[in-house]
């Protein structure tokens, strides 16, 4: 990549976030959706036999922990792949600036504010090799993604899909869709990563310049520079892998914990394995931190797993729970934000 395109790559990376009006309107869809929810679960009779009932809080500090521990293997992925490009990250320097992005969720392009956070971090770290940088935030985005898109496409092939639609034919089918839908991307994502690692770099090229975006098509190059690193160190993309697959199951498994904080009447716990990314999939759309999307969709799929021996029509509750231990992280990120100042240090 030449150093005009790097140059031109960095002055994206510290564009200043959106217009005030964006913000405001995009505030206002989370607000809404939020509202629709609360509406929803007030008229729920379920919603409020559960808020009387008495809490088994155990429940919920075991998946406060698995929050926080599935967060820690999503910065160590960052860290590893940034070590594949052998930019010199230290590891407590990319869990710190890890969590410094989580308050940018909330106030920017959803999880992309936190990537373009992170991104802009460690450019100015390594101002020498811009492209580099941002495509370990971008590496590290699709690989959590992809892996997110695994999980339901592999769930979804041993659900009982017939015991479902007995309850509710119209959303077992709806559901059943998604779970087809992320069979098909991840099985995209799957050909185009293997072809790329067997040498497709100047295909990956030539093909990026009939992608729309810019930003997008500047991505899909660097991500194309990067290939031959990554192949002469495959740990980097081996560890990433693993380390996703450990993100999804410690935050499956923390949402199931915290419905078992209400009642023994949930999914299970293979359940949680397809309705948990699929929640964290539709918290990446471009609201501030995913706000309200995350929770209609986990409340819509908690609802999809009913029987005729059980109602689990409460699913905003274990997503406000869930919620609100992402929460306790990203007051982490804002107290080291605080505390470093606006000005990011150099690794050391």
Known sequence: MSDTEDASLGGQVTTRL??????????????????????????????????????????????????????????????CLAWGVRLPLPLGTAIRWSLMSQPFQLISFGVAGGDLWRAYLLCRQQPERKAHAVAT??????????????????????????????????RTTALRTVWLVSLVVFSLAMLGAVFAWLGGERWVRRWSRWVPLQSLRDLANNLAGVLPLYRSRPAAIGGAIALSLGNVVCLSVAVYCIAQS????????????LITP???????????????????????????????????????????????ATLVLIAIGWWLYLRSGSRPTRAG
Request: hydrophobic fraction near 55%.
């Open 18 to 79: 959106p217009a005030g009006f964006v913000v405001i309107i995009k505030l206002l869809i989370s607000v809404g959706l939020l509202a629709l929810l609360v509406r929803q679960a007030a008229g729920n009779p379920m919603v409020r036999e559960l808020l009387e009932r008495p809490k088994r809080w155990e429940w919920v500090v075991v998946g406060g922990g698995l929050v926080s521990c599935g967060y820690f293997l999503s910065f160590v992925r960052w860290w």
């Open 137 to 170: 935030v971008g590496l590290d985005r699709g690989i959590g993604l992809t892996v997110m898109f695994g999980a339901v496409a592999s769930i979804g092939g041993v659900l009982d899909w017939d015991r479902l639609a007995e309850v509710d034919a119209a």
């Open 262 to 273: 209400l009642t023994t009447d949930t999914p299970s716990l293979v359940a949680h394995l």
């Open 278 to 324: 699929i929640s964290l999939i539709a918290g990446a759309v471009p609201l501030p931190g995913g706000l309200g999307s995350q929770e209609l969709v986990m409340s819509w799929l908690y609802a999809a797993f009913s029987t005729e021996q059980r109602s689990t029509d409460f699913g905003f509750l274990v997503a406000v729970g869930y919620r609100v």
